[in-house]
């Protein structure tokens, strides 16, 4: 599967972005999907995953509230929108896919892809 990330961009803080991961080479609607980010300097992080089903979503506490993820497996694609920014949500952001259902360890996913840069000014 190739994954690719996309939507981040510059955004002022309380400002909102909507990232889309697009994928290619085979269906999503197979695997548990997560969004991750890596700040400079930090470790990769889990930020949130989704199932298929209506409410299989789990989230960071520390965006619990501000993001939403979803997918829309007629396009292949998942989404993470992203409100109320604030600067330490800069990161790279970056989207893969996994077996393990709910996992947030990065070392059960796969296909990282490029990521997105996302950055909140203060």
């Known amino acids: 599967v190739q994954l690719q990330a996309s939507g981040g961009g510059l955004v002022q803080t309380g400002g909102s972005l909507r990232l889309s991961c697009a994928a290619s080479g085979r269906t999503l609607s197979i695997y548990y999907m997560g969004w991750f980010r890596q700040a400079p300097g930090k470790e990769r992080e889990f930020v949130a995953g989704?199932?298929?089903?209506?409410?299989?979503?789990a989230y960071a506490d520390s965006v619990n509230g501000r993001f939403i993820i979803s997918r829309d497996n007629a396009k292949n694609t998942v989404y993470l929108q992203m409100n109320s920014l604030r600067p330490e949500d800069t990161a790279v952001y970056y989207c893969?896919?996994?077996?393990?259902?709910?996992?947030?360890?990065?070392?059960?996913?796969?296909?990282w892809g490029q990521g997105t840069l996302v950055t909140v000014s203060s």
């Open positions: 989704i199932g298929r089903a209506v409410g299989d979503t």
């Open positions: 893969a896919w996994s077996l393990m259902w709910g996992s947030r360890r990065l070392s059960d996913y796969r296909d």
